[in-house]
């Protein structure tokens, strides 16, 4: 996969390099989705049918970022998994647009006339809710229309999980309030973050359960507080080694700690791990987060979560 990195308006030096025509999808696609996948997969079709690169044009960083003034929660997908996933679909082309305030404030025709027409679109393919251009002024009927004959577009109808549209938003919901089976579901695949193994207090190993803890290597949305089952694999490696989650603030040590600590319990498993990568999927959100009274308490309780993790993962569908 190919990818361009571009900034409006685009350069000379880029439409000259840019200039074999192709097919490409249009859009954020935060997350890679099922519903994202149904678009990106229409785009690769038209694109193989006709024998031309199927592209994304997708922005960065996330609009809501720049417009939401900084306190936007994370990205489903960061830039390194979406590439990942993007060139494993079949993706030739990724062009990235720098989004800022400049790029947010262009009108639709401004946009087709200054990006599109530049990349030479034979065919833009678009999910049915696809808004563009200054606060979403333009559509999918208004991207055909200034396609002028120049550019088709193809409007793909919503991928609908229990007759609900997939999408971002409800996904980041979901992993924020612990409903990770439906972000899984509707993701298509487990939810995943990925972190270098850091020191932590040294507290784990005392109480009869090492953990690893990470610190993230991109900014994830971080899923709700509490315990999870996961599988996790170490870069480089092909097996994924089952374990436990907690993804806290460990109210039982300390009190104001803002910034949650992903922990990671693996079974049987005996190694040193620090400065290593892990990517670490979630499996089944398992429970919340408590303060105990005792460490005898959490231990207890950190035992059953273990043991429950290990029938989550003998029963989920086998990756090792
Ligand atoms: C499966 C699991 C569940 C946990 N649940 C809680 C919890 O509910 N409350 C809490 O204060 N800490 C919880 N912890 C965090 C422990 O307090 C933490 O692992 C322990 O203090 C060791 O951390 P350290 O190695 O960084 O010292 C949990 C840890 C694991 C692995
Ligand atoms: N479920 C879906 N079915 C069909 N097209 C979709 C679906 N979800 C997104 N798309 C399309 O994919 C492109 C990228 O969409 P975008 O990244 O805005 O995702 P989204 O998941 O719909 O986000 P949000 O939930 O925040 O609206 C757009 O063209 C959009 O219309």
Known sequence: MRIVSLSYPVSAEIA????????????????LHQGHASVL??????????????AL???YPH??????????EGYLTPQPDKQRLLEEMGIDILY???????????????????MLFPLNLQTAVVGFDFRFGHKGAGDAAELQKLGDGKMSVVTVPPFLVDGEK???????????TGKLSDANRWFGRNYHIRGSVIHGEKRGRKIGFPTANLELTDPYV??????????????????????????????TFHEGITKPIFEVHLFDYDG???????????VQYIRKEHKFESVQELVEWIQRDADEARKILNASESKF
């Open 57 to 59: 044009i997708t922005f």
């Open 166 to 176: 997939v999408g971002s938003s409800a996904i980041r919901i979901a992993l924020k």
């Open 222 to 251: 971080v899923p709700a507080l509490g315990v999870y089952a996961v599988r996790a694999r170490m870069d480089h490696q092909d097996n994924w080694i089952p374990g436990v989650m907690n993804v806290g603030v460990k109210p």
């Open 16 to 31: 000259k390099e840019a200039a074999e025509p192709k097919v490409a999808a249009i859009g954020q696609f935060d997350g």
């Open 63 to 72: 609009p809501k970022d720049v417009i939401g003034k900084g306190n936007y």
């Open 96 to 114: 990235i647009v720098e989004f800022n305030k400049e790029f947010s404030q262009i009108s639709p025709d401004t946009f087709v006339e200054e």
């Open 272 to 282: 040193d791990l620090y400065n290593q990568f892990m990517t670490v999927d979630l």
């Open 41 to 54: 997969t229409t785009a690769i079709n038209i694109a193989r049918e006709n024998g031309v690169p199927a």
